[in-house]
C-alpha cells in the first residue's frame, strides 16, 4: 500500500512517519506542500511539526497549501487520512474533522509519554484496536487543547467521533480529555499524540515490562493497510 506523508515548511516527523509506514509493511511516499500531485497513493499522512512556524495559528497556514486541495477532496472522497499533533490542527483548520485547538490550559509545552483509552476501534485508522484498549503513546504539544462549542462536543461524543481520550492526567486541558477524533465517515482521524513514535522495540516509550520498549503506535499504520487489503 502506497501511503503519501506530506512535507510541510517547519515538519519535524515526516520522515519518523515515513519509517512507521514502512515498518508496518507499506510503501511510504514523500509529497511536498506546494504540489498539486497526490501519485497514486492510497492513503495520506499530515505529520507532526510547526508548520510554517504555528504563525498566525496552529496548523492554519498549512491548511491552506496547494496539496491540500487535493486531500480534502481524496477524503471527502473516502481516502484514509490520519493527522498527527501539528496534522490534527490542520485538519480541524481545513474543516475535515470538528473542533480547533488553543494553547494548553498551563500555557506550557509538554513532553510526556501518555496513555489513552480507545474509544472508537471502527476507523481505518483504529480498527485493530479493541475498544476500551489502553495504549501508550508519546506526546508533545504546545498548541494541543481540543476545544469545541458544546453542541459540537454532544454531537461527536453521541455519533462515537472521539476517537481517543486521555487517561489519568489531562495533559493540555482538553475538553472532555479528548486526544483524537474521527470524520463521521471514519476515514479521517487526528490525534494530538505521536504513534510513529512508538512502533519500534527500543525507541518507544517505556512500558512496565521494560524500557523503551512500546510499540501501541504501530497498530496505527497496520491498521489502514490491513483494512485496504481486506477491501
Known amino acids: 500500500m502506497r501511503v503519501g506523508v506530506v512535507t510541510f515548511p517547519g515538519s519535524l516527523d515526516d520522515r519518523d512517519a515515513q519509517r512507521a509506514v514502512r ?3 507499506g510503501e511510504p511516499v514523500a509529497l511536498w506542500h506546494g504540489e498539486h500531485d497526490l501519485q497514486g497513493v ?24 496547494p496539496i491540500m486541495t487535493e486531500v480534502v477532496d481524496a ?6 487520512v490520519l493527522g498527527i499533533c501539528n496534522g ?9 474533522i470538528p473542533g480547533a485547538h488553543t494553547r494548553n490550559a498551563h500555557q506550557q509545552f ?14 481505518d485508522w483504529t480498527s485493530g484496536f479493541s475498544e476500551g484498549q489502553e495504549i501508550t503513546i508519546p506526546l508533545k504539544n504546545a498548541d494541543g487543547r481540543f476545544i469545541a462549542d ?12 472521539v476517537a481517543f481520550r486521555y487517561v489519568g492526567v489531562n495533559p493540555n486541558g482538553s475538553m472532555d480529555d479528548i486526544a483524537g477524533v474521527s470524520n463521521a465517515r471514519g476515514n479521517v482521524v487526528g490525534l494530538m499524540p505521536h504513534p510513529e513514535h512508538a512502533t519500534e522495540a527500543g525507541f518507544g516509550p517505556d512500558m512496565p515490562d521494560a524500557m523503551s520498549s512500546g510499540v501501541d503506535g504501530l497498530t ?12
Not at 458544546?150 to 467521533?161: D, F, Y
Request: charged content about 20%.
Open 110 to 123: 509538554i513532553r510526556r509519554d501518555q496513555v489513552l483509552r480507545v474509544e472508537n476501534a471502527s476507523t
Open 42 to 65: 492510497e492513503a495520506i499522512i499530515l505529520p507532526g511539526g510547526f508548520s510554517y512556524g504555528d504563525y498566525l495559528r496552529a496548523g492554519a497556514i498549512a491548511s491552506l497549501s
Open 220 to 231: 496505527f499504520f497496520t491498521s489502514v493497510i490491513e483494512r485496504a487489503l481486506a477491501k
Open 88 to 96: 490534527f490542527q490542520m485538519l480541524a483548520e481545513a474543516r475535515l
Open 150 to 161: 458544546a453542541e459540537t462536543i454532544a454531537r461527536i461524543e453521541g455519533e462515537g467521533q
Open 23 to 25: 515498518l508496518a509493511g
Open 75 to 80: 477524503a471527502n472522497a473516502g481516502m484514509p
